[in-house]
């Protein structure tokens, strides 16, 4: 059975005691923590600021690591591998994860693709020393690997907000993708099962990853242009605060960009902003009153508040609920059912709310 630190590179990366830097912690220099970490049951950062030294030593960006033990042990679970498949990862990262798949599939084939050169010689490099027959490709996993499809398992170790059609089309009808799936509100694990032409399937638990190199957040744009203003009693914070309402609103208003401002008035002010239409919105709250700002072709405050009474009438289901449909169009949410489609963006008069 291969050992995770079998394949942890000799620096890797905690945050620092002022809570914002990461720091490097060398084997060298500290075996025992270095150790200590490997044997968590917590991701460990490999890379920051895509391998670059932009802040004299210290990180700020996590780009590779080894994944929480148990959110590898739950995707493993999700996946079904069986001896004899064929399986694709995308994000080798440190090997680790591409091992444990090889050790599930001695007769199968595994095949994992990472996009940076550095990070994949390294992997490869491990894997040999172990001795598990991997095959690393240096690429963009977004459009998968066809030269070796079909796979009848693909395993996504960078989380995903547009999930790309490549991978099903590179799936054997029958097969199965798992995934995590990101938005600034949140995450899920998710599984997709190939049929048709489509991937469909549920959303598991709530994880976090980071995300596919392509798929990084848009800057996001707020407090440009002159906002309508008006003041309310009503101050929303727990599509911000609460995870499952943080997943649900985001299934109404994909593609957002959240952020918190500290400005000395009774909480943080909120910020939600939709690049691609150049809206924004915001809410700050005084002891006595709370003032939204919108500005720009979508009332995102409006809308927000809107999705979020959607999903307290539906009973404020967890993100286990709701489903996704991917097709060559694109992808759609769904709430319980396949065909209980949820429309988007949320509008308090939207027609056609999934129930
Ligand atoms: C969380 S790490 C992967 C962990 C890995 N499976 C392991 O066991 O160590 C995510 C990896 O995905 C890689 N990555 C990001 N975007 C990618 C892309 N578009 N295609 C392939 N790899 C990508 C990153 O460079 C990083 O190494």
């Excluded at 994860?97 to 490099?125: H, K, W, Y």
């Excluded at 995450?187 to 489509?198: E, H, I, K, P, S």
């Excluded at 995102?300 to 009438?313: H, K, S, T």
Aim: proline share 8%; charged share 25%.
């Amino acid at each position: 059975m291969v050992r995770r630190e079998d394949f942890i590179p000799e620096v890797i990366w905690t945050r620092g005691s002022d809570g914002f830097f990461l720091v490097p912690v060398r084997r060298q220099d500290d075996p025992d923590r270095w150790t200590a970490l490997c044997r968590s049951d917590e991701g460990i950062a490999t890379q920051v600021d895509d391998g670059e030294d932009r802040y004299g030593g210290k990180g700020v960006m996590p780009t590779s690591s080894s994944s929480a033990p148990w959110v590898m042990a739950r995707m493993l679970d999700l996946l079904d591998l069986r001896d004899g498949m064929a399986v694709l990862e995308v994000g080798t990262g440190t090997g680790y994860n591409a091992a444990l798949l090889a050790e599930r599939t001695p007769a199968g084939a595994v095949t994992s693709i990472e996009i940076d050169p550095a990070i994949a010689e390294q992997a490869r490099t491990a894997l040999d020393q172990v001795g598990l027959p991997v095959t690393v490709v240096v690429g963009d996993g977004e459009a998968g690997v066809p030269d070796r499809a079909p796979f009848d398992r693909i395993i996504v170790t960078a989380s995903v907000a547009r999930v790309p059609y490549a991978w099903v089309e590179q799936t054997r009808p029958g097969g199965r993708i798992v995934l995590p799936f990101t938005s600034e509100f949140g995450g899920a694990l998710l599984t997709l099962t190939v049929a048709d032409g489509a991937g469909c399937g549920r959303f598991d638990r709530e994880a976090g990853f980071m995300p596919l190199r392509g798929q990084r957040p848009d800057p996001p744009a707020w407090r440009h242009g002159d906002p309508d203003i008006r003041t309310t009693d009503r101050e929303l914070r727990a599509p911000f605060d609460d995870p499952a309402a943080g997943f649900a609103v985001n299934t109404r208003m994909p593609g957002c960009a959240l952020g918190r401002l500290v400005e000395g008035g009774a909480a943080p002010t909120l910020l939600l902003s939709h690049a691609p239409s150049g809206s924004w919105a915001s809410l700050r709250s005084e002891p006595d009153r709370h003032e939204i700002a919108q500005h720009g072709p979508r009332r995102l405050w409006d809308e927000l508040e809107a999705a979020y009474d959607w999903w307290d009438g539906l009973g404020r289901p967890g993100c286990d609920r709701f489903g996704l449909t991917v097709t060559p169009e694109g992808q759609t949410f769904w709430c319980d059912q396949p065909d209980q489609t949820i429309p988007t963006p949320c509008r308090a008069d939207a027609d056609g709310e999934a129930s």
